[in-house]
T-cell receptor, first 113, second 112 residues
Framework: EAQVTQNPRYLITVTGKKLTVTCSQN?????MSWYRQDPGLGLRQIYY???????DKGDVPEGYKVSRKEKRNFPLILESPSPNQTSLYFC????????????FGDGTRLSIL | AQKVTQAQTEISVVEKEDVTLDCVYE???????LFWYKQPPSGELVFLIR??????QNEISGRYSWNFQKSTSSFNFTITASQVVDSAVYFC?????????FGTGTRLTVIP
């Protein structure tokens, strides 16, 4: 089954403790992206990747890192999480570009205390 | 700068009524793509439609239809004969190059 898999689905942690949210897709998609969803703000793009070793900033990249060492994986790293990064995070992928329909993961709800 | 505005935060309709969700976008790029996504109460995001900036044809898919007007920078979504299963948050989005910009969403509640 074609899917984008995020882990963990839920995480409660404390300020400053490094965390990684993994994202994996099995569709051989070149384009992958991370978004955060906050009430009243919709979804905002954090980072995207056009292919292996090619990443670029989205609208709200501050406080986040990403890497794309393999085509299928695109982890989101919070080196020193802060409470304002408490949010619902979605990973997505599409065949080649951001102009194509994206397949979204089920979301990861992060709470930073 | 790119921007998507969904002025309707919440809409409630009675089942079988028609409802239109508004979307207004801003961009200076001549090549762009517009999308609608649905987020049902279960939380996943589901792709509904994509339109490119050179194709102003309206589209109908079952009870769903979309009206794209470049003159008013709008890409509105109409649900005909709404059903309870249409209850969800609907997002309009604009893609320019490889960035994707979402509106703040419209929560639609269909009352049985």
């Amino acid at each position: 089954e074609a899917q984008v898999t995020q882990n963990p689905r839920y995480l409660i942690t404390v300020t400053g403790k490094k965390l990684t949210v993994t994202c994996s897709q099995n569709m051989n998609h070149e384009y992958m992206s991370w978004y955060r969803q906050d009430p009243g703000l919709g979804l905002r793009q954090i980072y995207y990747s056009m292919n292996v070793e090619v990443t670029d900033k989205g609208d709200v990249p501050e406080g986040y890192k990403v890497s794309r060492k393999e085509k299928r994986n695109f982890p989101l790293i919070l080196e020193s999480p802060s409470p304002n990064q408490t949010s619902l995070y979605f990973c997505a992928s599409s065949l080649r570009t951001g102009a194509q329909p994206q397949h979204f993961g089920d979301g990861t709800r992060l709470s930073i205390l | 700068a790119q921007k998507v505005t969904q002025a309707q935060t919440e809409i409630s309709v009675v089942e079988k009524e028609d409802v239109t969700l508004d979307c207004v976008y801003e961009t200076r790029d001549t090549t762009y793509y517009l999308f609608w996504y649905k987020q049902p109460p279960s939380g996943e995001l589901v792709f509904l439609i994509r339109r490119n900036s050179f194709d102003e044809q309206n589209e109908i898919s079952g009870r769903y239809s979309w009206n794209f007007q470049k003159s008013t920078s709008s890409f509105n979504f109409t649900i005909t004969a709404s059903q309870v299963v249409d209850s969800a948050v609907y997002f309009c989005a604009l893609s320019v190059i490889n960035n994707l910009f979402f509106g703040t969403g419209t929560r639609l509640t269909v009352i049985p």
